[in-house]
Each structure stands twice: as C-alpha cells, then as structure tokens.
T-cell receptor, first 114, second 116 residues
Framework: GNSVTQMEGPVTLSEEAFLTINCTYT??????LFWYVQYPGEGLQLLLK?????DKGSNKGFEATYRKETTSFHLEKGSVQVSDSAVYFC?????????????FGAGTRLFVKA | GAGVSQSPSNKVTEKGKDVELRCDPI?????LYWYRQSLGQGLEFLIY????????KSGLPSDRFSAERTGGSVSTLTIQRTQQEDSAVYLC??????????????FGEGSRLTVL
C-alpha cells in the first residue's frame, strides 16, 4: 500500500540556517504530494503542494520538488526564522474509489533558535 | 461555514463513558477524514468517507470506535467505553474530490479528549 516516510525529529537549527526535511513515498499510481505545517497551538494547514512529476511547490520561502525518479519530496528553506518553529508533515493523496485518499508521514518537529 | 467546524473543542470524561465528537465539513466537500494525534505524535488515520461509497474504516483502532456521516455532510465519531489511552486530539478534515484542489485537506481545530 501507499506510504510516506519522513526524517525523524526534532530538528534544531539556528536562525538563518538552511533547512532540509527529507520525505520519500511509495505509491501505486501518480499521487499529489503535500507539505502541511502545524504551528504551536494551531491547527494543520497546507504549506505547499505539487501535483505531478518535476513540479515545484513553494510558499513562505519553503520549496519542495516532486521527484518521481527518487520518489521524494524534500522540503527546503534557505534561511529559517524563529517563526518557522513548527511540526511539518509530508503527505500524499492518490485517487481512490470516487475521490482522493490522503496519508501522512509521522511529522518532523523543527526548533529554530534565535 | 467558512471552514471545518469541530465540537466540542475540549472534552473531559471518565473512563468507561461514551463520547461523541462532531465534525461539520466545508460545504461541497465530498471527502471527510478523521485522524487522531496523541501528544507529540504524528497523525494516525482513523476513517475516511468519500461521497456515497462505503467508508474506509481500516484505521479504527478497536470496535469501540465508530463513525457515521449523515446526508453526506456532518460526521460523528463515537468512542464507547473510553479508556485512558484514547486521550488525544481528534482531527477532522474535508476535501474536494476533483479539480485543481483535489486532495488538499482542510482541517478543523480538533477536539481534545481527556479520559480520566
């Protein structure tokens, strides 16, 4: 079955450091890929997405490229800020009977120190 | 409403009692999901409704858990004979089934359940 694997956290970085959170997936078809973010005390929200191979999703300085050849969707940011401290979830969504079923990775907690 | 609405936002109950959690999805969304998030943990899939299809119940942890979705809209997650390990935040999400936004989930704020 489909699955999503992301790097374990927590990840602790200093402000302005480069961030990479790895995500790989297995899927039987051609899923859409997502990163969701959960800031402290808030609900989950979509950060970025990519719907087909070689697409790059981007938002708030974060980027991720859909790599079909390596089945990966790694999240990157060139210079993190304290406000980026949150839990990041990688997810895939693939067409199921009549709709799209979404599964999530385990989440990676990011701490950014001033 | 404008977003996914869940109630109650907080529920404290005694071990052995039954609880019901409600989710009101975004109007027009045909897919509805329930997830569970324990303290500091990831998202555990519980159940998925898609239109009129039979729900995917593969994530329900035991037969004490059940869910229904009436009229293709509001959903209720019921936990019978609650146990302390059921304490968690229960998240509901809904999504479109087609078009550019297909697969993107919109989450409610969650219902925090504490079983004493």
């Amino acid at each position: 079955g489909n699955s999503v694997t992301q790097m374990e956290g927590p990840v602790t970085l200093s402000e302005e450091a480069f961030l990479t959170i790895n995500c790989t997936y297995t899927a039987t078809g051609y899923p859409s890929l997502f990163w969701y973010v959960q800031y402290p005390g808030e609900g989950l929200q979509l950060l970025l997405k990519a719907t087909k191979a070689d697409d790059k999703g981007s938002n708030k300085g974060f980027e991720a490229t859909y790599r079909k050849e390596t089945t990966s969707f790694h999240l990157e940011k060139g210079s993190v800020q304290v406000s980026d401290s949150a839990v990041y979830f990688c997810a895939l969504s693939e067409k199921d009977t009549g709709g799209f079923k979404t599964i999530f990775g385990a989440g990676t907690r990011l701490f950014v120190k001033a | 409403g404008a977003g996914v609405s869940q109630s109650p936002s907080n529920k404290v109950t005694e071990k052995g009692k039954d609880v019901e959690l409600r989710c009101d999805p975004i109007s027009g969304h045909t897919a509805l999901y329930w997830y569970r998030q324990s303290l500091g943990q990831g998202l555990e899939f519980l159940i998925y409704f898609q239109g009129n299809s039979a729900p995917d119940k593969s994530g329900l942890p035991s037969d004490r858990f059940s869910a229904e979705r009436t009229g293709g809209s509001v959903s209720t997650l019921t936990i019978q004979r609650t146990q302390q390990e059921d304490s968690a935040v229960y998240l509901c999400a809904s999504s479109w089934s087609g078009g550019l936004g297909a697969g993107e989930l919109f989450f409610g704020e969650g219902s925090r359940l504490t079983v004493l």
